[in-house]
């Protein structure tokens, strides 16, 4: 294998796959990107066996060839190159020659043949949409997702493709995001997946290179095609991303039920100005007594936040609100968090009474159901 | 490898001693603890009520049948979490390579402590006495499965140490049945084909081994039956903090000879966070400098990335804090604490 590659494009597009390494100790080659050349372009893949990446970057192939190496060192090798004209050959016990102005590095792989093939499967479920679109959504529930553990069933972002719309969920036992969005779904492409953690963060990372995205699925696994466009292709990205993951197996939580159905009580708030609030209020709150309380009276909203430690904050909001007075504590993290990742100004704030969760909602389909802390 | 030394310490009836210690009316009773209603079981019980057969996990109705002046308490997790903790701050202080297995036993590798296994074992039984009125039984051996063996040996309040040389004759005799994951299942197996003790299964080959319970399990046995096992004690108590840190041969001089630096350590700092065996999330990190004159200096900041220009940043300030050259240079992230069940936060019920 022999090629030219311009250097920025080559750790550009080591970037795309190098998060996704293995840790077994037993499969070295788990830490290697396989470097293919072929057809003008080399493409670069790594996998975890959970997960892996797959993208092409543009090269003057010279003579074609596959090898794997070390994807970190070699990252942090190519983006120190001295020149943009970087050539990169492979030489006899799986080394690689890199040349690069005046600087030669040779550099030990393991051979292509031992790189674990990204898995082929057939796709029961395909669906397009813009990359813009998924991200949202995705951000607007993410932070959600369960990093406990022992509840690995929640360790991940729910896609259900339901009849006309895509809907996306993420719980963690105490607060529920909920986030849809209207699609043509026809009857024989009906169905839903858990998209594991670690996947949601690669996706998230990245999405927003280019227009569209195709997610196909079946019973054990998912993938992601990214297309590239505009930026990306200026990096010497070609065409798209390709992304391949297990999914988490089992049934996700039927979230629906803990939605709150009543809606008698609740306000509009400006969003930036409410999580100023709960974000002042907690400023005074410690790791022991993480709680804010929220009260709503007389066309004002109260936000507290107090503990032994440092002391108490008092922030206030004047709202259009003539019912009942109502108090419920919160942990205020749980309000910043989807706060922050909305973009709406508007928010609809629900509540009932002390024991029931708090909902905020906005006018594109998105809602967040957060469940109090037992006032003291 | 040098010999290991293992302990295992095992709470004599822990449940059913703290309520008994707790009151002492009953103390001379067969007293049971567990489900108070018509169809719990018994969490466990004292010795007076197992010499009438009563056994954890037993059904109270049957138990009563057994039993029928059975004391039954009802459980206080939090009392025995309470003296759990009591006990295994006794453990650190002989050892940090404590690992606990449940609230009553744990094993503890004393390979570097001071002193013989066996006045060790004895001096934690004694304090955990004094501590908790309580008493505990002690394994000594070189290995886990052997210790945790050993345990069982000169229950209640005993203790029974494997010396390495003794291994072989202690396997020749002992019931297969005793040997770690061997359950009922395996020890019926092995009987069907007249194996009741470790010696007789020593003569098994490798091959017999693979074809009667696989190859992966078949090896472990080989090794089992022969009183080896190489499982260390594993710590669980998760870390606080990962960091990696050089020491240079020559001092670094300048604040631009101290930058060249850390892309290496943030390199290396970043392979050992993937190395980890789950992903754990940070909230700090740190800089840490070692000067000429031996004084340490540490600089850190909150964040949840391993971003290259707020080391910089936190670099420049510890720099800053000495004239001295810098002898050692490290980079880290404090974890979160795991977050430790919120009894205030109310939680959905998806159930039903």
């Known amino acids: 294998m022999k090629f030219k590659i311009n250097r920025d494009h080559f750790s550009s597009g080591l970037q795309q796959v190098l998060n996704v390494v293995g840790s077994r100790a037993t499969m070295p080659i788990l830490s290697n990107v396989l470097i293919e050349a072929k057809d003008g372009f080399i493409s670069l893949t790594t996998t975890n066996l959970d997960l892996g990446i797959r993208c092409r970057v543009v090269a003057e192939i010279q003579e074609s060839g596959a090898l794997t190496l070390p994807v970190r060192k070699l990252f942090s090798i190519v983006k120190d190159l001295p020149s943009l004209e970087v050539e990169l050959e492979s030489h006899t016990n799986h080394q690689a020659k890199i040349t690069s102005g005046t600087s030669i590095f040779r550099i030990m792989g393991i051979g292509a043949d031992e790189f674990p093939p990204l898995p082929d499967f057939a796709d029961e479920h395909s669906f397009v949409l813009p990359q813009g679109d998924l991200l949202r959504m995705l951000k607007s529930v993410s932070y959600a997702q369960s990093t406990d553990e022992t509840r690995f069933i929640m360790n991940g972002v729910y896609f259900n493709f339901e009849e006309g719309k895509l809907t996306l969920a993420a719980t963690d036992g105490r607060r529920l995001a909920v986030t849809s969005r209207e699609m043509e779904v026809s009857p024989d492409n009906l169905g839903s997946l858990i998209l594991p953690a670690k996947t949601v963060g690669e996706v998230e990372r990245l999405l927003g290179q280019g227009d569209q995205v195709r997610i196909a699925f079946n019973e054990r696994q998912v993938a992601f095609e990214i297309s590239v466009g505009g930026e990306g292709k200026e990096g010497g990205l070609s065409e798209s991303i390709y992304l391949v993951s297990k999914i988490v197996e089992g049934n996700y939580p039927n979230y629906r039920q803990v939605i709150p159905k009543e809606t008698d009580l609740h306000v509009k708030l400006n969003r930036e100005s409410f999580a100023n609030c709960v974000r002042r209020a907690a400023l005074v709150t410690s790791e022991k007594s993480n709680s804010i309380k929220v009260r709503v009276h007389d066309n004002l909203m109260e936000v507290t936040g107090s503990s032994s430690e440092v002391g108490e904050a008092n922030v206030s909001l004047a709202i259009d609100y003539s019912g009942p007075d109502v108090t419920v504590a919160f942990n205020p993290g749980f309000l910043i968090d989807p706060l922050k990742a909305l973009s709406r100004d508007e928010i609809i704030f629900e509540f009932k009474d002390e024991l029931s969760p708090g909902v905020i909602r906005t006018q594109d389909s998105f809602l967040c159901v957060v469940m109090p802390l037992r006032l003291n | ?352």
């Not at chain 2, 004094?130 to 008493?135: G, N, Q, V």
């Not at chain 2, 395996?186 to 003790?197: D, H, I, K, N, P």
């Not at chain 2, 693979?210 to 992966?216: I, S, V």
């Not at chain 2, 909150?302 to 240079?329: G, I, K, N, W, Y």
């Open chain 2, 1 to 352: 490898m040098t010999q290991r030394r293992i302990i295992h310490i095992d709470m004599d009836c822990f449940y059913a001693a703290i309520e008994c210690r707790d009151d002492p009316a009953v103390a001379d009773k067969p007293v049971g603890v567990g489900g108070s209603s018509g169809r719990g079981v018994l969490t466990t019980c004292n010795y007076i009520a197992r010499e009438y057969g009563c056994r954890s996990a037993m059904p109270v109705f049957k138990a009563r049948e057994l039993c029928p002046h059975l004391v039954l308490k009802p459980v206080r997790f939090e009392v025995y979490k309470a003296e759990a903790r009591k006990i295994r701050k006794i453990f650190r202080d002989f050892t940090d390579l404590v690992e606990p297995l449940s609230l009553d036993e744990a094993f503890l590798d004393v390979t570097e402590t001071p002193g013989y296994a066996w006045q060790i074992a004895r001096e934690i039984r004694k304090r955990i006495f004094a501590t908790t009125r309580l008493t505990a039984s002690a394994g000594i051996a070189p290995n886990k499965m052997l210790a945790k063996i050993a345990s069982d040996w000169r229950k209640p309040n005993g203790q029974f140490a494997v010396l390495p040389e003794e291994i072989a004759a202690f396997m020749e005799t002992l019931p297969v049945r005793k040997l770690w994951g061997v359950g009922p299942k395996s020890a019926a197996r092995l009987a069907e084909w007249g194996v009741e003790t470790c010696g007789q299964l020593q003569a098994w080959t490798h091959t017999r081994l693979h074809a009667a319970f696989g190859e992966k399990w078949g090896d472990t046995l080989y090794d089992l039956c022969r009183g080896r096992d190489e499982r260390p004690v594993e710590v669980s108590r998760p870390r606080k903090s990962l960091s990696t840190e050089n020491t240079f041969n020559r001092n670094l001089e300048t604040l631009d000879a101290c930058r060249a630096q850390l892309p290496t350590l943030l390199g290396d700092l970043d392979a050992d966070l993937r190395r980890q065996p789950s992903v754990r999330n940070f909230h700090k990190v740190f800089v840490k400098l070692k000067f000429a004159n031996f004084r340490t200096t540490t600089k850190e900041c909150p964040a949840t990335t391993l971003d290259e220009a707020l080391f910089q940043r936190l670099l420049e300030e510890a720099f800053e804090r000495s004239p001295h050259s810098v002898r050692l240079m490290g980079v880290g992230v404090r974890f979160a604490e795991p977050a430790l069940p919120d009894r205030d936060q109310l939680q959905f019920d998806f159930a039903s």
